[in-house]
């Protein structure tokens, strides 16, 4: 039985796409175990819309300053502080229950079941399993294309943000004692963290290098969960998308046909969002694929990258 985190707010839409993704596509037995940090009022409205026979475990952490109206102008330094908290309370809690445990953003799909699992054997050798990159030592002036450039001058120019690296949370696989040791330090750190203006990947990435851990990467690229860049990672095969109504074709490529968002996906044009009256619908933009080869760049040291494959477009 494997433990699965997953941390989300409002965005239920998402949630119980994942959920049905992983009880109702895949074999494999799971125990899921949902993280909220919606606020009171928000999250009454939204539980009766919540697959909740997919869930296993429920920690409610309820923020007052996500999911309302306040949320758009909300003051960054504090967002930092609660996304820092949120995730430092999620790994604790997990490794607290003596199991090794995968760990997915809310805008994370797995769409291949054996390549999803893999990564989580590298757990024998090392404590986090997880693409960590560092933006500042790439070189846009080896970039192939003038996007590549575009989009690698953009990161270093957020490289403060980031100082001892940007660690991508999707998906992460981790040890139970580093889940710990981890959100103990985020959790001590976390004030001086935002101070020096770290956001939430760079505090997990200085508290990887703080503690020693020995971490991996399963995979050498980048992948955009902006909406214009439809693309899977290759070595997990998971989908880092902000928008789920792009992912109908891979859906039924893959064979994820089972379940109600499941077909909501696959059948519909558009979905109200729950919780804000949002549209949401396939982009029309051309699908584009980002082909940062971060070990070529200079981001990533190529002897710490588990596997090498190349990205493919979804």
């Known amino acids: 039985m494997i433990n699965i985190s997953i941390s989300s707010s409002w965005k239920i839409e998402e949630l119980n796409l994942q959920l049905e993704?992983?009880?109702e596509n895949f074999k494999t037995p799971v125990q899921t175990h949902f993280f909220c940090n919606v606020m009171h009022g928000?999250?009454?409205?939204?539980?009766?819309?919540i697959e909740w026979k997919h869930i296993d475990h429920f920690y409610w952490h309820p923020d007052e300053g996500c999911g309302?109206?306040?949320e758009g102008s909300m003051d960054k330094i504090n967002r930092r502080s609660r996304l820092i908290r949120l995730f430092a309370s999620n790994i604790k809690a997990m490794g607290s229950l003596g199991q090794n445990f995968i760990l997915i953003e809310g805008d994370t799909f797995p769409v291949d079941e054996e390549k999803?699992?893999?990564?989580?054997?590298?757990l024998r050798e090392y404590e986090i399993v997880a693409n960590l990159i560092y933006f500042e030592k790439a070189n846009p002036e080896q970039a192939n294309t003038q996007e590549e450039c575009d989009q690698l001058t953009a990161a270093k120019s957020q490289v403060f943000k980031m100082p001892e690296g940007f660690l991508l949370p999707a998906p992460v696989f981790m040890r139970h004692d580093t889940g710990v040791k981890l959100g103990n330090w985020m959790l001590e750190n976390r004030d001086s963290c935002v101070k020096d203006g770290m956001n939430l990947e760079g505090a997990i990435a200085a508290g990887i290098k703080?503690?020693?851990?020995?971490?991996?990467?399963?995979?050498?690229v980048f992948t955009y969960a902006h909406p214009r860049f439809?693309?899977?990672?290759?070595?997990t095969s998971v989908i880092h998308q902000h928008n789920m109504m792009n992912m109908a074709e891979v859906f039924v490529r893959q064979n994820i046909t089972k379940g109600v968002w499941v077909n909501k996906v696959i059948r519909g044009k558009k979905i109200k969002r729950l919780h804000n009256g949002e549209i949401?619908?396939?982009?029309?933009?051309?699908?584009m694929i980002c082909s940062l080869d971060l070990t070529k760049l200079g981001g990533i040291d190529p002897d710490g990258v588990a596997d090498l494959p190349i990205l493919t477009k979804i």
């Open 116 to 122: 999803f699992y893999n990564s989580f054997e590298l």
């Open 280 to 287: 949401i619908k396939p982009n029309e933009d051309k699908p």
């Open 68 to 70: 309302g109206p306040q």
């Open 42 to 49: 928000v999250f009454e409205d939204l539980m009766p819309h």
């Open 230 to 235: 439809r693309q899977m990672d290759p070595a």
């Open 21 to 23: 993704i992983l009880k």
């Open 210 to 220: 703080a503690l020693n851990l020995r971490q991996i990467n399963y995979s050498k």
